[in-house]
Protein backbone atom coordinates (compact mmCIF):
# COMPACT_ATOMS: atom_id res chain seq x y z
CA UNK A 1 0.00 0.00 0.00
CA UNK A 2 1.02 3.76 -0.57
CA UNK A 3 2.89 4.82 2.73
CA UNK A 4 5.11 7.60 3.83
CA UNK A 5 7.73 6.83 6.49
CA UNK A 6 9.45 9.72 8.27
CA UNK A 7 12.96 9.63 10.28
CA UNK A 8 12.38 9.51 14.39
CA UNK A 9 12.77 12.10 16.55
CA UNK A 10 15.12 14.91 17.01
CA UNK A 11 16.12 17.34 19.69
CA UNK A 12 18.82 20.08 18.79
CA UNK A 13 19.99 22.99 20.79
CA UNK A 14 19.32 26.73 19.19
CA UNK A 15 20.82 27.82 16.33
CA UNK A 16 21.39 24.31 15.11
CA UNK A 17 19.75 22.70 11.62
CA UNK A 18 17.53 19.09 11.55
CA UNK A 19 17.13 16.90 8.70
CA UNK A 20 13.91 15.18 8.59
CA UNK A 21 13.38 12.30 5.91
CA UNK A 22 10.53 11.17 4.36
CA UNK A 23 10.68 7.59 2.41
CA UNK A 24 7.89 6.59 0.08
CA UNK A 25 6.40 3.16 -1.19
CA UNK A 26 3.54 1.30 -2.95
CA UNK A 27 3.89 4.22 -5.86
CA UNK A 28 6.06 5.96 -8.46
CA UNK A 29 7.94 8.33 -6.45
CA UNK A 30 8.54 10.48 -9.02
CA UNK A 31 4.68 10.72 -10.12
CA UNK A 32 3.73 12.77 -7.04
CA UNK A 33 5.13 16.13 -4.97
CA UNK A 34 6.12 15.49 -1.67
CA UNK A 35 4.48 18.71 0.91
CA UNK A 36 5.84 19.18 4.44
CA UNK A 37 3.09 20.58 7.34
CA UNK A 38 4.19 21.01 10.83
CA UNK A 39 2.13 21.41 13.59
CA UNK A 40 3.30 23.03 16.91
CA UNK A 41 2.22 21.60 20.29
CA UNK A 42 -1.36 22.10 20.77
CA UNK A 43 -2.15 24.15 17.30
CA UNK A 44 -3.12 24.05 13.63
CA UNK A 45 -1.37 23.00 10.29
CA UNK A 46 1.38 25.08 9.02
CA UNK A 47 2.30 24.51 5.08
CA UNK A 48 6.36 25.03 4.82
CA UNK A 49 6.40 23.62 0.76
CA UNK A 50 6.99 21.23 -1.85
CA UNK A 51 9.65 19.23 -3.68
CA UNK A 52 8.84 18.15 -7.16
CA UNK A 53 10.57 14.10 -6.78
CA UNK A 54 11.06 13.88 -10.83
CA UNK A 55 12.76 17.82 -11.34
CA UNK A 56 13.93 18.22 -7.74
CA UNK A 57 12.30 21.75 -8.43
CA UNK A 58 10.92 23.08 -5.08
CA UNK A 59 8.93 25.89 -3.61
CA UNK A 60 8.48 27.29 -0.55
CA UNK A 61 6.34 28.96 2.14
CA UNK A 62 7.62 32.73 2.00
CA UNK A 63 7.91 32.56 5.96
CA UNK A 64 10.52 29.81 5.57
CA UNK A 65 12.76 31.10 2.95
CA UNK A 66 16.09 31.17 2.88
CA UNK A 67 16.14 28.73 6.13
CA UNK A 68 14.73 26.00 4.77
CA UNK A 69 15.83 23.20 1.91
CA UNK A 70 13.95 20.39 0.46
CA UNK A 71 15.78 17.50 -1.57
CA UNK A 72 14.78 14.28 -2.69
CA UNK A 73 17.14 10.84 -3.40
CA UNK A 74 15.16 9.11 -6.12
CA UNK A 75 17.27 5.65 -5.53
CA UNK A 76 15.71 5.52 -2.39
CA UNK A 77 12.55 7.55 -2.88
CA UNK A 78 13.22 9.39 -0.37
CA UNK A 79 12.28 12.99 0.62
CA UNK A 80 14.14 15.15 2.86
CA UNK A 81 12.98 18.88 4.50
CA UNK A 82 16.04 20.43 5.71
CA UNK A 83 15.53 23.25 8.29
CA UNK A 84 18.19 25.89 9.41
CA UNK A 85 19.29 28.50 12.57
CA UNK A 86 16.41 26.70 14.80
CA UNK A 87 14.69 28.53 17.63
CA UNK A 88 12.09 27.32 20.22
CA UNK A 89 9.09 28.30 17.88
CA UNK A 90 10.24 25.40 15.34
CA UNK A 91 9.27 22.97 18.31
CA UNK A 92 6.54 21.21 16.37
CA UNK A 93 5.48 17.71 14.43
CA UNK A 94 6.95 17.86 11.32
CA UNK A 95 4.60 15.64 8.65
CA UNK A 96 5.42 14.70 4.61
CA UNK A 97 2.49 14.23 2.61
CA UNK A 98 1.77 12.86 -0.85
CA UNK A 99 0.21 15.23 -3.64
CA UNK A 100 -0.38 15.35 -7.52
CA UNK A 101 1.10 17.73 -9.43
CA UNK A 102 -0.84 20.77 -8.78
CA UNK A 103 -3.44 22.23 -11.33
CA UNK A 104 -3.96 25.31 -9.61
CA UNK A 105 -2.63 27.29 -6.54
CA UNK A 106 0.29 24.87 -5.26
CA UNK A 107 -1.50 21.65 -4.19
CA UNK A 108 -4.36 19.51 -4.62
CA UNK A 109 -5.24 17.07 -1.76
CA UNK A 110 -3.13 15.46 0.65
CA UNK A 111 -3.10 11.83 1.10
CA UNK A 112 -1.71 10.02 2.44
CA UNK A 113 0.57 11.87 5.19
CA UNK A 114 4.15 10.27 7.00
CA UNK A 115 3.46 9.50 10.73
CA UNK A 116 5.30 12.72 11.38
CA UNK A 117 8.83 13.52 13.02
CA UNK A 118 8.96 15.30 16.13
CA UNK A 119 11.33 18.51 16.18
CA UNK A 120 12.19 19.72 19.59
CA UNK A 121 14.10 22.61 20.22
CA UNK A 122 15.26 23.36 23.32
CA UNK A 123 18.75 24.96 25.26
CA UNK B 1 -3.93 35.03 1.99
CA UNK B 2 -6.20 33.29 2.11
CA UNK B 3 -7.70 32.60 5.86
CA UNK B 4 -9.95 29.91 6.44
CA UNK B 5 -12.16 29.98 9.23
CA UNK B 6 -13.94 27.41 10.89
CA UNK B 7 -17.15 26.43 13.28
CA UNK B 8 -17.38 25.52 15.69
CA UNK B 9 -13.98 25.85 17.56
CA UNK B 10 -15.32 22.83 19.26
CA UNK B 11 -18.26 20.69 19.52
CA UNK B 12 -19.59 18.05 21.87
CA UNK B 13 -21.97 15.66 20.39
CA UNK B 14 -23.57 12.29 21.18
CA UNK B 15 -23.11 8.80 19.13
CA UNK B 16 -26.29 8.48 16.33
CA UNK B 17 -25.81 12.52 16.10
CA UNK B 18 -25.64 14.14 12.46
CA UNK B 19 -23.03 17.35 13.06
CA UNK B 20 -22.33 20.01 10.67
CA UNK B 21 -18.71 21.71 10.91
CA UNK B 22 -18.45 24.88 8.67
CA UNK B 23 -15.27 26.69 6.76
CA UNK B 24 -15.50 30.09 5.51
CA UNK B 25 -12.17 31.13 3.18
CA UNK B 26 -11.58 34.82 3.25
CA UNK B 27 -12.02 35.29 -0.79
CA UNK B 28 -13.73 33.02 -3.26
CA UNK B 29 -11.60 29.60 -3.67
CA UNK B 30 -13.95 27.88 -5.95
CA UNK B 31 -14.78 24.02 -4.97
CA UNK B 32 -10.58 24.19 -3.80
CA UNK B 33 -11.55 22.60 -0.29
CA UNK B 34 -10.67 19.74 1.22
CA UNK B 35 -11.33 18.15 4.58
CA UNK B 36 -8.96 16.17 6.76
CA UNK B 37 -9.59 14.23 10.30
CA UNK B 38 -7.08 13.43 12.95
CA UNK B 39 -7.47 11.52 15.59
CA UNK B 40 -5.17 11.80 19.08
CA UNK B 41 -1.32 10.91 18.32
CA UNK B 42 -1.81 10.47 15.05
CA UNK B 43 -0.96 12.13 11.17
CA UNK B 44 -4.08 13.51 9.64
CA UNK B 45 -6.34 11.65 7.07
CA UNK B 46 -7.93 12.76 3.90
CA UNK B 47 -11.86 12.60 3.92
CA UNK B 48 -13.39 14.43 1.46
CA UNK B 49 -11.64 16.52 -1.76
CA UNK B 50 -12.80 19.31 -4.01
CA UNK B 51 -15.25 19.92 -1.85
CA UNK B 52 -17.73 17.25 -2.05
CA UNK B 53 -15.62 13.91 -3.40
CA UNK B 54 -15.48 11.14 -1.02
CA UNK B 55 -11.86 10.00 -0.85
CA UNK B 56 -11.91 5.74 -0.94
CA UNK B 57 -12.69 3.49 1.75
CA UNK B 58 -13.97 6.89 4.03
CA UNK B 59 -17.73 6.05 5.15
CA UNK B 60 -20.22 7.89 3.29
CA UNK B 61 -21.33 8.75 6.77
CA UNK B 62 -19.15 11.60 5.70
CA UNK B 63 -19.79 14.08 2.70
CA UNK B 64 -19.29 17.74 1.83
CA UNK B 65 -20.76 20.59 0.49
CA UNK B 66 -20.26 24.19 -0.73
CA UNK B 67 -18.56 26.30 -3.05
CA UNK B 68 -16.73 30.03 -3.04
CA UNK B 69 -16.53 31.08 0.45
CA UNK B 70 -18.67 28.87 2.34
CA UNK B 71 -17.94 25.03 2.72
CA UNK B 72 -19.34 21.76 5.50
CA UNK B 73 -18.81 18.76 6.56
CA UNK B 74 -21.19 16.83 7.70
CA UNK B 75 -21.33 13.50 9.59
CA UNK B 76 -24.77 12.19 9.50
CA UNK B 77 -25.31 9.63 12.60
CA UNK B 78 -21.75 9.70 14.86
CA UNK B 79 -20.37 6.47 15.35
CA UNK B 80 -17.59 6.62 18.35
CA UNK B 81 -14.43 6.52 15.78
CA UNK B 82 -15.70 10.27 14.40
CA UNK B 83 -14.21 12.07 17.81
CA UNK B 84 -11.19 13.82 16.44
CA UNK B 85 -10.23 16.96 14.86
CA UNK B 86 -10.89 17.72 11.10
CA UNK B 87 -9.05 20.40 9.21
CA UNK B 88 -10.37 22.17 6.52
CA UNK B 89 -7.72 23.24 3.70
CA UNK B 90 -7.54 25.54 0.44
CA UNK B 91 -5.86 24.59 -2.35
CA UNK B 92 -6.98 27.66 -4.30
CA UNK B 93 -4.43 29.58 -4.20
CA UNK B 94 -0.52 29.82 -2.79
CA UNK B 95 0.32 29.10 -0.03
CA UNK B 96 -2.21 26.62 0.73
CA UNK B 97 -3.45 27.08 4.08
CA UNK B 98 -5.57 24.89 6.45
CA UNK B 99 -8.35 26.18 9.12
CA UNK B 100 -7.63 26.23 12.79
CA UNK B 101 -9.54 22.94 13.19
CA UNK B 102 -12.56 21.44 15.33
CA UNK B 103 -12.05 19.17 18.07
CA UNK B 104 -15.19 16.96 18.01
CA UNK B 105 -16.03 15.29 21.57
CA UNK B 106 -18.00 13.14 22.93
CA UNK B 107 -21.66 14.51 24.79
Known amino acids: QVQLMQSGAEVRRPGASVKVSCKAS????????IHWVRQAPGQGLEWMGW????????KYAQKFQGRVTMTRDTSISTAYMELNRLTSDDTALYYC????????????????WGQGTQVTVSS | DIQMTQSPSSLSASVGDRVTITCRAS??????LNWYQQKLGEAPKLLIY???SLQRVVPPRFSGSGSGTDFTLTISSLQPEDFATYYC?????????FGQGTKLEIK
Open chain 1, 97 to 112: ARDLPPVVGDSNWYDP
Open chain 1, 26 to 33: GYTFTDYY
Open chain 1, 51 to 58: INPNSGGT
Open chain 2, 27 to 32: QSIGSY
Open chain 2, 50 to 52: AAS
Open chain 2, 89 to 97: QQSSRTPPS
